[in-house]
T-cell receptor, first 113, second 115 residues
């Protein structure tokens, strides 16, 4: 079956611009996670949704970052006033229920010039 | 707080030899432990998990991992390495269901299998 998909695969933007990154989870998965992976590092947690609500947003680095999941399926990660330090691969994962393994998408590589 | 340590940045092994990739963890309560593999320009792929039960867990592609509670370790192993096993391996932990849901990852270990 179809896995987690993320669009775009690559995004290049200029400092100060606004970007949106999209995640389409595996059908039926209720839990959705966003992580950020910098070069040479493991993924770092950003935010977790259970259904439509953000159950844990403790990983968001600051208020420039925001994510939504309005219908409990597709999620969008939004970054305002991008900074060069935001450059990373943004990974999305989903799982059928809390406690199970997470299935990751291929990621969106964000480059802020 | 939960954390994971992967003490080796890189592990080199000859094809056909056994391999071990080390992982130690820290978490409150009983841990949920995972291993993922990442190939170049691809997402993380799940290999195996330990939730409860037998300390030796078997996963995909012939990999297995041994949970050791006293040493807080969860080392990844394979009896006979393949060149195609060369990739980046991540260990991850999360606390029990009442705790934080997100995974905490180690910094990764690059496995290089030489022909």
């Amino acid at each position: 079956g179809a896995g987690v998909s993320q669009t775009p695969s690559n995004k290049v933007t200029e400092k100060g611009k606004y970007v949106e990154l999209r995640c389409d989870p595996i059908s039926g998965h209720t839990a959705l996670y966003w992580y950020r992976q910098s070069l040479g590092q493991g993924p770092e947690f950003l935010i977790y949704f259970q259904g439509t609500g953000a159950a844990d947003d403790s990983g968001l680095p600051n208020d420039r970052f925001f994510a939504v999941r309005p219908e409990g399926s597709v999620s969008t990660l939004k970054i305002q006033r991008t900074e060069r330090g935001d450059s990373a691969v943004y990974l999305c994962a989903s799982s059928p229920q809390v406690g199970n393994e997470q299935f990751f998408g291929p990621g969106t590589r964000l480059t802020v010039l | 707080a939960q954390s994971v340590a992967q003490p080796e940045d890189q592990v080199n092994v000859a094809e056909g030899n056994p391999l071990t990739v080390k992982c130690t963890y820290s978490v409150s309560g009983n841990p949920y432990l995972f291993w993922y593999v990442q190939y170049p320009n691809r997402g993380l792929q799940f290999l195996l998990k330990y939730i409860t039960g037998d300390n030796l867990v078997k996963g995909s592609y012939g990999f297995e991992a041994e949970f050791n509670k006293s040493q807080t370790s969860f080392h990844l192993k394979k009896p006979s390495a393949l060149v195609s096993d060369s990739a980046l391996y991540f260990c991850a932990v999360r606390g029990p269901l009442t705790g934080r849901r997100a995974l905490t990852f180690g910094s990764g270990t690059r496995l290089q299998v030489q022909p």
